[in-house]
Structure formats: structure tokens, C-alpha cells
């Protein structure tokens, strides 16, 4: 059964860090692609960053591109998102998901495992 377990948000000020982290298990991920999403205050869910388990290419949201950063660790089967100089709009529900296969990586709906979300609030 595959998990994946979100933690790392929290309340901050604009212009503060927070490090986002989903640690994954139930099966082997190194066809998976792994991702980030949000869904902020009466907004849709969307897309914010993405990585390949098996290879090294980042992808982002233009909104976060330059502040976020994407990575992973395969010895401890986490995927992290470092985000920097964190906005009032950041302010989401931050959700990582996980599917096989590349195409389409930006939509939502094309995602098989979800974790709970993590909770991230920015004060102005």
C-alpha cells in the first residue's frame, strides 16, 4: 500500500523559509514522478513543482520558479521542497502526489497517490 506522509509546514512571516518534506513507501518509485501541489483559500489545486525518482530534472510553477527547490533522497525515500522568500500568496494546503510516467506531469488529475497535505500560512 503506498504512503506518502507530508510534514514541514507552518506559519511564517513573507520573506521566511520553510523546508516541505513527503517521505514515500509501499513500492519501489524509480519510474515514479513525484510532485508538489497547493490549493490555496478558495482556489483550485495547482500545480507547483515536480521531479523524476530516477533522473535529475527539476520542473516548476512559473509563481515559484527562483525561490522553490525541489530534491530528493533515495536512501531515506523523501522527496523535499525548499521554498525561500515565501510570498502571502504561497499561503496553501501543499500536497505531494506521485504516478508513473512523465506526460502530463502538471495536471492533477493524472496522479495515483496523494498524501494528506501539509498546511503552509504566510503573514503578510
Known amino acids: 500500500q503506498v504512503q506518502l506522509v507530508e510534514s514541514g509546514g507552518g506559519l511564517v512571516q513573507a520573506g521566511a523559509s520553510l523546508r516541505l518534506s513527503c517521505a514515500a513507501s509501499?513500492?519501489?518509485?524509480?519510474?515514479?514522478?513525484m510532485a508538489w501541489f497547493r490549493q490555496g483559500p478558495g482556489k483550485e489545486r495547482e500545480f507547483v513543482s515536480a521531479?523524476?525518482?530516477?533522473?535529475?530534472?527539476?520542473y516548476y510553477a512559473d509563481s515559484v520558479k527562483g525561490r522553490f527547490t525541489i530534491s530528493k533522497n533515495h536512501a531515506e525515500n523523501t522527496v523535499y521542497l525548499q521554498m525561500n522568500n515565501l510570498k502571502p500568496e504561497d499561503t496553501a494546503l501543499y500536497y505531494c502526489?506521485?504516478?508513473?510516467?512523465?506526460?502530463?506531469?502538471?495536471?492533477?488529475?493524472?496522479?495515483?497517490?496523494w498524501g494528506q497535505g501539509t498546511q503552509v500560512i504566510v503573514s503578510s
Open positions: 509501499g513500492r519501489t518509485f524509480s519510474t515514479y514522478v
Open positions: 521531479i523524476t525518482w530516477s533522473g535529475n530534472s527539476p
Open positions: 502526489a506521485a504516478r508513473p510516467g512523465i506526460v502530463s506531469f502538471r495536471q492533477d488529475e493524472k496522479y495515483d497517490y
